[in-house]
């Protein structure tokens, strides 16, 4: 039997039942992702209202780019993409045994890796603050701050680089749950630390961000005690193996090398606009942030969970060259995406300010603030089906042996976004920034997807368009329905106070979703069905039903 239809019902058709495995998958992920992104909101809402977008938070979000952005491209993105089609082709070929052995190695490998480059981090966390924010220095205070920040976070990197080689197993081992909810612990932690050790750190002489600082390295402890227990009951355990010389070692490190690069648009990007928002005065580096994590949630809940649930069937495919899986299997991954992105597009448009007033405009942070973010949130929408594409297809072709492909896109793509950021901020300031990294984005995936299908013999295209063409009539629907809605509601629930923000901004989220809801019914989109069976099942998980 597949090893892909072990979970369906044997009277199943296979098609059916690989649709139904991928869909739980991407639900499971999706479930836990969705719980993480939640308090991530939360975690926003308490830094945005005892921080604002001041000196102190643009200090912090800065000094933890550095580490985040080595986390992302290095322990997370490259190592996910290069280590999961490696163990599961040990795993499918060698079993178990050869696998944990595999881990293992990787796992030490990279605990040598991060470390030095911890280490070194440290030692020389004044020049490459300086190099990467020279423009706090006009700021009396701040440039030194971010330097100390930046030494306190830079060991996170080592700890989620091992949280990332046991997500990496577990996705592979069909465990989907906690490695999705591990980053949660990050956004546990912090707000946690926000709320008891804020008050206290000026007694001790430190700022009150500091906290924040200690708050990363709790949450990257966070993810791997989360993790290791459910590790531990597949059989793996960890021992001291590091032989450089293991061909699944070096196959690893041979493919992280390019899909360091491969991954890289997306956190490269970041890294310009961050760069360049630090010269457009206190508060932009903030905004830019609050509003890309705004923006990143249906990524994470729609991009990233079906990019997880995607590549290790993909994986196991092209070990056993299944093309035409790999083929369906995508296809798939792609028209779910279109379905639940396309619409949150236009909803993050249209909704940006009452979204922003609502989850931030409290404390520190200020009218201004919210309107600056919200500007931020439009631009940045306008690529969320590009950043999704991405997350799901760059992987793909380092599962199916085609590591090159990626590489040279993703330069395209930070070539673009360079030229695109310096040349519309100066048009439109730092919301020139969120407009540039969404036409990378977009450029980006338009190339991946059409190089994937050329690579794969083809793709649905017929149902990726149709899909497409579905989504949007729906999503304009559901756009003109939630502004409608908004405008009677201001009419109807005045007032500034909390209460009638969240009663506006539900009844227009609602209404909206309601009307999404009755033109995909009309229009008979499979993947909507798909969807409300996947959003189904895990509230029925939740309930214990």
């Given amino acids: 039997m597949n090893p892909d239809t072990l979970s369906a019902s044997e009277h199943r058709p296979p098609e059916r ?19 993480s992104r939640m308090l991530g909101l939360v975690r926003d809402q308490v830094l945005a209202s005892l921080f604002g977008a001041g000196n102190e938070m643009d200090a912090f979000i800065v000094a933890f780019r550095i580490p985040n952005l080595v986390r992302d491209l290095f322990a997370e993105g490259a190592m996910s993409a290069a280590f ?19 881990g293992n190695n990787v796992l030490n490998a990279l605990l040598v890796v991060t470390g030095a480059l911890v280490v070194g981090g440290i030692v020389f966390a004044q020049p490459l603050v300086e190099t990467y924010a020279g423009d706090f220095a006009s700021v009396p205070g701040k440039l030194e701050l971010t330097v100390r920040l930046t030494r306190v976070m830079l060991p996170f990197l080592t700890m989620v680089a091992v949280a990332a080689v046991a997500m990496g197993m577990l996705n592979s081992l069909h465990h989907y749950f906690l490695p999705a909810l591990s980053p949660a612990m990050f956004n546990v932690a912090t707000i946690v630390c926000a709320l008891a050790l804020v008050p206290v750190m000026p007694a001790l002489g430190e700022p009150r961000i500091m906290a924040i600082a200690i708050a990363a390295l709790l949450g990257g402890v966070g993810q791997i005690a989360i993790q290791w227990p459910a590790l531990r009951r597949t059989g793996f355990r960890y021992q001291r193996v590091f032989e450089p010389g293991d061909a699944g070692l070096r196959q690893v490190l041979l493919l992280m090398g390019p899909g360091t690069i491969g991954l890289a648009a997306t956190q490269v990007n970041i890294f310009v606009n961050t760069l360049l928002a630090t010269s457009q005065g206190t508060g932009a580096v903030s905004w830019l942030t609050y509003a890309f994590r705004l923006m990143y949630l249906p990524i994470g809940l729609v991009g990233v969970s079906i990019g997880t649930a995607v590549l290790p069937a993909v994986s196991r495919r092209a070990a056993v060259d299944d093309t035409t899986g790999i083929r369906q299997t995508v296809s798939r991954g792609l028209a779910l995406m279109l379905m639940l992105n396309v619409p949150a597009t236009l909803g993050l448009i249209v909704l940006a300010t009452p979204i922003v007033q ?19 949130l439009r631009l940045y929408a306008v690529g969320l089906v590009g950043y999704s594409a991405v997350r799901i297809a760059s992987p793909i072709f380092y599962a199916i042996g085609k590591s090159r492909v990626p590489v040279m896109v993703s330069m395209g793509a930070i070539v673009i976004n360079v030229v695109a950021s310096v040349t519309l901020v100066r048009l439109m300031g730092f919301r020139g920034l969120a407009l540039g990294t969404s036409i990378a984005a977009v450029a980006n995936a338009g190339v991946l997807v059409w190089l994937l299908r050329r690579r794969l013999g083809g793709l649905d295209l017929r149902r990726l368009s149709l899909t497409l063409v579905k989504a949007t009539l729906s999503a304009v629907v559901m756009a003109v329905a939630a502004v ?54 895990q509230v029925r998980k939740v309930l214990g039903r």
């Fill in 17 to 35: 039942a690989r649709r139904g495995r991928l869909a739980r998958s991407a639900g499971v992920t999706g479930a836990a992702t969705l719980a």
């Fill in 84 to 102: 999961v089609p490696t163990f599961t082709r040990h795993l499918t070929r060698g079993g178990k045994d050869d696998a944990w052995r595999l």
């Fill in 358 to 376: 609502l989850l931030f405009e409290r404390g520190h942070f200020l009218p201004a603030d919210t309107a600056a973010t919200a500007a931020a």
């Fill in 484 to 537: 409608a809605i908004q405008h009677a509601m201001d009419r109807v629930v005045p007032g500034a106070h909390l209460t009638a923000q969240a009663l506006r901004l539900g009844s227009s989220i609602g209404g909206g979703l309601l009307a999404l809801a009755t033109m995909a019914t009309l229009l008979r989109m499979e993947e909507f069905a798909e969807a409300v069976e996947m959003v189904q099942r």
